[in-house]
């Protein structure tokens, strides 16, 4: 099979020059690495309120988000109650930063408008005239959901990062289901997928060091998924101390990898988070 190689020469049959990545870029490279290279979770703000225009260019951004077929299954919580904040604060494993921040938004999964908009276009009684049982929302369609909510969750994030706001993320939001639905007034197919916090980032946190990464060539991978090696397995978070730290029982000395697992998955808030999780697809479902 003959290559086709017009799309490797210039119009002059010439190899061009390697071009850099920035010559047709929106951003110059220092406007990219501050926004994407440079981005770290931000817990401690300034104590001032976030600008209602930066506020709107933020969710302006956020509504342009990616979506699956335009459907938009998600919705936004603004959570300006400050004593709403602070019950959050505690449901969300006890993270006192989470009160003070200046701008906090909830994402949810959300087939809840949907299933509303069916009900009103009279889609259930269209289908028992057909012959048909209306289809009802599973998991597959929260998978989505949460896929949406998630994407415009990071399109917010990157928007704010663009406009000097430090952000971070709670997944927490997801433990006390049962809480939450009553703080957050949540009906049936909604679930909240993640909270993100924001405020303009002090001195201190724009100057801390950003936590390492796994090897690129762990995580990127071509065409087929490829389990590590052995000896890859064995320098996973080798460099990564802070990840590895964990309360140790007399006498116990945990291995990097015994240590996460305590510290992260087989944690309190882990295992709550599993329990509501459950919870909710009993209700989804």
Known sequence: MKMDKSRD??????????????????LDPDSFARLFMERKSVRVYEDRPVE???RQQVLAATMRAPTAGNMMLYSILEISDPALKLRL???CDHQPFIAAAPWVLV???DYARMMAWFSEEEVPGWCVRRGES???????DLLLAACDALIAAQTAATAAQALGLGSCYI???????????ALLGLPRYTFPITMLCLGYPTEQQLARPQPERLPSD????ENRYRMPSKEELEALYRDRST???APAKPGDSPTRGQALYQRKFGAVFSVEMRRSVSRMLEEWR
């Open 171 to 181: 997944g927490d939001v997801m433990e006390q289901w049962e809480t939450h639905v």
């Open 9 to 26: 020469q210039t119009s002059h049959g010439q190899t061009p020059v390697n071009k850099s990545p920035f010559d047709q870029a929106l």
């Open 89 to 91: 604060s505690e449901t």
């Open 218 to 221: 762990i995580v990127i991978q």
């Open 134 to 140: 209306m289809q009802k929302p599973r998991e597959a």
């Open 52 to 54: 209602d225009p930066v």
């Open 243 to 245: 990840s590895a730290t």
């Open 107 to 109: 994402f949810l999964a």
